[in-house]
């Protein structure tokens, strides 16, 4: 349910035009978290990977419970993808400083998946909603 919950905040932050369609005295409180949306973005890039490669030390529950080894790689590749994008300059700053060639690459994955930002984020919602829902059904 954490990574649930953690993909929602994640997306709110990633499509603030679609949250501020809906409710416009939000845009104070996403004002207040901008300065930190790098930061906010290295540590869920880093949880999301963490996610992919949980999910893969526990290719068991493929037999067991399939659905929510499903959920957790979809969610936590979601999570990667958003994290990665919203912390680009940290990530880009803290390890990939020295390292030319790393940050080329980096900037041609970042160019590939920054137009998908705001459908990442509306997926994220999905997503993140649909683990917190199959977290209650799958692991109970």
């Given at each position: 349910?954490?990574?649930?919950?953690?993909?929602?905040?994640?997306?709110?932050?990633?499509?603030p035009s679609l949250i501020l369609s809906k409710k416009p005295n939000a845009a104070e409180l996403l004002a207040k978290i901008e300065p930190y949306q790098g930061w906010i973005g290295l540590v869920f890039c880093f949880w999301g990977v963490w996610g992919i490669i949980s999910?893969?030390?526990?290719?068991?529950?493929?037999?067991?419970?399939?659905?929510?080894?499903?959920?957790?790689?979809?969610?936590?590749?979601?999570?990667?993808?958003?994290?990665?994008?919203?912390?680009?300059?940290?990530?880009?700053?803290?390890?990939?400083?020295?390292?030319?060639?790393?940050?080329?690459?980096?900037?041609?994955?970042?160019?590939?998946?920054?137009?998908?930002?705001?459908?990442?984020?509306?997926?994220?919602?999905?997503?993140?909603?649909?683990?917190?829902?199959?977290?209650?059904?799958?692991?109970?």
């Open positions: 349910m954490i990574y649930g919950i953690s993909l929602v905040l994640l997306s709110i932050i990633a499509v999910a893969f030390l526990n290719m068991g529950w493929l037999t067991s419970i399939p659905i929510w080894w499903i959920t957790l790689l979809a969610g936590s590749v979601v999570e990667a993808g958003l994290g990665f994008l919203l912390g680009y300059g940290q990530i880009s700053k803290l390890f990939l400083g020295n390292n030319p060639k790393a940050q080329e690459k980096a900037a041609l994955i970042r160019e590939k998946i920054a137009p998908m930002q705001g459908k990442l984020g509306v997926l994220g919602l999905i997503v993140g909603a649909w683990m917190i829902v199959a977290s209650f059904m799958f692991l109970s």
